[in-house]
């Protein structure tokens, strides 16, 4: 016997995407971009079908418009036939976020957060190991025990004593709750750079993350401007840059007390933002000062970096820019919490947010 041949394989060709998912991809980047608005978005995208013939005779914008409707991708709503996003909508952006930013989590076994504790855990393993007075029934493998009764006593006479039973054994998983803080002030926009799209786009893909593959952590997410308020997931899509400054103090303090209220023993925040802290609330007034590093202002952001190390919650700051003196004031703050620090670009923002979100998850602080 010569055993098997083996030849050349041509995989067969990609089935080609049809003209509805082509421009569904690029439909949703649109939307993403326009903060959910479908009649601006359609325009860009007929903008650039007239320059780019991204349609064809028999497939055209209209025809596209008619079946987002029919497949529940956007509707029409009021007198004047206004069209919004519908959930389906949003969940896709999420996901396709998900893909393009933490798509290596699919080839990577890592980013299960497991503790070197082991015993009786919710994660079974591979392994096995005897009987201990206090476990339970259901850790007991049965298929192994029966055969250790059987090589033990022999099958004439076959009994099971506790000396024949195996446990399987199982892990601790650690649990996280993380705050992600998004700048909305209006330097997000300035200088013609749109920071903001970027990081809508992160915390997304985060958003989808935690819910699909760590379902028993908790996220949420704060933006801040002048104020600072926390918003739902579904909320990101539509979010927008406003004429605001920039009140990180604010951001903290929010953050600061829904990390309070969990139980998880993990606790951490995340930060993207492209500037200096600028305003403060003193009252019901505002202390606003954007012409450098204000010491007042300095001052109180710092003091609430010092409270959050005390409880044991690092904050991890993206700042999106590569000033000289906001370096400074990073790594000041970043001292003064014993936290995390990255001056990211907008291209590897999200795989940096990715990083540090496993790693800390790994971590009981």
């Known amino acids: 016997m010569l055993g098997y041949r083996f030849s050349q394989y041509t995989p067969p060709p990609e089935k080609a995407k049809s003209d509805f998912e082509r421009l569904l991809k690029i439909f949703m980047q649109l939307?993403?971009?326009?903060?959910?608005?479908?009649?601006e978005a359609l325009q860009?995208?007929?903008?650039?079908?007239?320059?780019?013939?991204?349609?064809?005779d028999n497939y055209g914008i209209g025809d596209f418009v008619e079946q987002l409707k029919r497949e529940g991708y956007i509707d029409e709503k009021g007198p004047d036939g206004?069209?919004?996003?519908?959930?389906?909508?949003?969940?896709?952006?999420?996901?396709?976020?998900?893909?393009?930013?933490?798509?290596?989590?699919?080839?990577?076994?890592?980013g299960d957060h497991s503790t070197f504790h082991s015993g009786r855990g919710d994660e079974q393993t591979?392994?096995?190991r005897d009987y201990?007075?206090?476990?339970?029934?259901?850790?007991i493998s049965m298929t192994d025990s029966l055969r250790n009764a059987q090589i033990n006593h022999g099958l004439d006479n076959f009994f099971m004593t506790e000396d024949d039973l195996e446990v399987?054994?199982?892990?601790?998983k650690s649990q996280t709750s993380t705050v992600l803080m998004i700048d909305i002030s209006h330097s997000m926009i300035l200088y013609g750079e749109d920071r903001i799209t970027p990081a809508k786009k992160v915390a997304m893909a985060l958003s989808e993350l935690i819910t699909k593959k760590y379902p028993k952590d908790t996220l949420d997410i704060i933006v801040f401007g002048d104020d600072a308020w926390q918003i739902e997931i579904k909320d990101l899509p539509y979010l927008q840059v406003g004429p605001y400054h920039t009140n990180t103090v604010?951001?903290?303090?929010?953050?600061?007390?829904?990390?309070?209220?969990?139980?998880?023993?993990?606790?951490?925040?995340?930060m993207i933002t492209d500037g200096k802290p600028t305003c403060i609330k003193q009252g019901i007034k505002y202390y606003k000062n954007s012409f450098g590093l204000d010491h007042k202002i300095l001052g109180k952001t710092l003091t609430l970096a010092s409270q959050l190390r005390k409880l044991k919650i690092p904050v991890t700051t993206f700042m999106l820019a590569t000033d000289a003196y906001l370096k400074a004031f990073v790594r000041e703050f970043t001292k003064t919490n014993k936290g995390n620090a990255y001056y990211s670009g907008l291209q590897g923002l999200g795989n940096l947010v990715f990083e540090d979100f496993n790693k800390n998850r790994r971590k009981t602080y």
Request: without cysteine; proline residues 2%.
């Open 31 to 39: 939307a993403l971009i326009t903060s959910g608005n479908v009649a």
């Open 44 to 56: 860009w995208l007929t903008e650039l079908d007239r320059q780019y013939k991204l349609t064809t």
């Open 82 to 110: 206004e069209l919004t996003l519908k959930p389906r909508s949003e969940q896709h952006i999420r996901k396709s976020a998900l893909e393009e930013i933490f798509g290596k989590l699919k080839k990577t076994k890592g």
């Open 126 to 128: 591979t392994e096995r």
């Open 132 to 139: 201990e007075f206090g476990d339970t029934l259901e850790q």
């Open 168 to 172: 399987i054994e199982s892990e601790y």
């Open 250 to 270: 604010a951001g903290l303090e929010l953050a600061m007390d829904i990390l309070r209220r969990r139980k998880n023993p993990n606790k951490q925040i995340f």
